[in-house]
């Protein structure tokens, strides 16, 4: 007997919980990550798994009912005839499209105290009526690898084309530089030194420079010209020079957006020091949490005593942290620590420092003890965007679906961003926001890979996997000293 667990990531204490008691009692489970193989598509090891499991255990809770990877697991078990078995601990409204596939399923209601014994008779009993396997797994990899053939074909068919057409586009590019140096060397024996950036054109963003003659060797002053959607480079994250987008300019003061996803990493982690336990132990399993114990558990949304902040805002090779060190402990998944990293503005020169203004910003913040709404400002150099920010980058049509950068991508050990490539069939990645969820303590807002009408998803701070798009604003008259 094999069963596939079915599961929100959120909900990985109990789920794994669930995994112990069933393996405890010889039946074989699928969970993912950990049966993920390394080097194997994710999205093909779910499928292989289901298609060739006896049962699928759906862990079904508030986060489970509104997780599009998980309605996607339930749609491929019944579109195979594999018996779902529903199991909760409390009564869940469902979204209609998992009402449809559950309506004819086995339900089975637990309080979830740690025991599960009622589960594991439950799969026993339904072991006796299923066939012993649905699907040999080596026949679902055939399929996978005739597909990889068949792909594997008409990449090389079309080798010949991509590479006629690297080659035309190469020769385009020399003759537009050909064009480009030849205007330049007009300009310069003209005696004029002046130019300015186009909208959308990524580069140093320099204007007019101005001398007594071309040839003069007197001091230039060099002006730099930023106006509502530019694009500059400034300062470097992992060795690579940060393109900026320009989204608003006033009184001399430029507010820049990274344009894509410079990294991923957790917003905060738990408290206690280990993702899923509370100071004293308790997991999920324990019972109810109470506000401090689910940032304990989970991490706090408090955007001032963040890690992130701490990070963002430091140059220093070994950044100091208010509260719980970014190792990997604390997070969900275990994945991206940061305690080792160098601040963001490591990479920053001591004049493109000086160029940043120092920003107060307001946030919401969620009182623990009484659950009261506040509003904290802070002080930064650096900091991530709110809900509020969305409307300027849309005036200043900045787009807000974005992509990481290939260094963002390599650097990711966390499976949310390849899991949301393979499944959603994207490139975008979510990226946080600073707001908290209403009524929580311990989850943001998120800007969603805008996969579907939903703008918005929520996430615990602790999930490591989620996407940075920092924030800032320049004084545009200190950024030529910056050069």
């Not at 490591?346 to 910003?361: H, L, P, R």
């Amino acid at each position: 007997m094999k069963a596939f667990i079915s599961y929100s990531s959120l909900d990985a204490v109990v789920a794994n919980e669930i995994v112990d008691a069933l393996e405890k009692n010889d039946i074989e489970c699928f969970i993912a990550p950990r049966d993920i193989r390394t080097g194997h598509v994710y999205a093909e090891e779910i499928v292989v798994a289901i298609e060739t499991c006896q049962v699928v255990v759906l862990v079904l809770t508030d986060n489970s009912n509104n997780s599009q990877h998980v309605l996607r697991e339930i749609e491929r078990a019944v579109s195979n005839n594999i018996p779902i078995i529903s199991y909760r601990n409390e009564e869940i409204k469902l979204i209609p499209a998992m009402e449809y596939f559950l309506m004819s399923n086995q339900w089975l209601d637990n309080p979830w105290n740690g025991k599960h014994d009622e589960l594991v008779n439950a799969v026993k009993e339904l072991a006796k009526t299923v066939s012993p396997q649905k699907k040999d797994s080596s026949q679902v990899s055939e399929v996978s690898k005739n597909h990889a053939a068949v792909s594997r074909m008409k990449r090389k068919k079309n080798k010949w084309k991509i590479i006629a057409m690297i080659a035309i586009a190469l020769w385009l590019i020399s003759i537009g530089i050909f064009f480009i140096l030849r205007n330049q060397n007009a300009k310069n024996t003209s005696g004029n030194t002046t130019g300015s950036t186009a909208d959308g054109n990524v580069g140093n963003a320099t204007g007019s420079t101005a001398g007594n003659d071309s040839n003069s060797s007197g001091d230039i002053n060099e002006v730099v010209e930023l106006k509502v959607g530019d694009k500059y480079t400034f300062g470097s994250y992992m060795d690579e020079d940060i393109v900026w987008c320009v989204a608003e300019v006033e009184d001399g003061i430029a507010t820049l957006v990274s344009e894509n996803v410079l990294c991923m990493k957790g917003f905060a982690g738990a408290e206690s020091g280990k993702c899923y336990f509370t100071a004293d132990g308790k997991t999920l399993g324990d019972g109810e949490f109470s506000p401090t114990e689910k940032m304990e558990a989970f991490g706090c949304n408090d955007w001032e005593k963040s890690s992130l902040r701490a990070w963002l805002n430091s140059a220093k090779a070994n950044v100091s942290y208010i509260g719980q060190i970014p190792t990997s402990q604390v997070f969900c998944e275990g994945k991206n620590e940061y305690s080792t990293d160098c601040g963001f503005l490591n990479g920053f020169s001591a004049e493109e420092i000086a160029a940043i203004v120092v920003t107060t910003i307001s946030t919401e913040y969620h009182n623990p003890e009484n659950g009261e709404i506040l509003i904290k400002n802070t002080e930064d150099l650096v900091y991530i965007p709110s809900k509020a920010d969305l409307a300027v980058f849309e005036a200043a049509d900045v787009k807000i679906y974005c992509e990481p950068t290939a260094a963002a991508i390599e650097d990711d050990m966390d499976y949310l961003y390849k899991n949301n490539c393979d499944q959603q069939k994207v490139t975008t990645s979510i990226w946080w926001l600073r707001d908290p969820v209403e009524d929580s303590f311990s989850a943001l807002y998120c800007v969603s890979t805008g996969y579907n009408s939903e703008r918005f998803d929520d996430n615990s701070v602790a999930i490591g996997g989620i996407g940075v798009r920092p924030m800032m604003r320049v004084d545009i008259s200190k950024l030529a000293e910056s050069k």
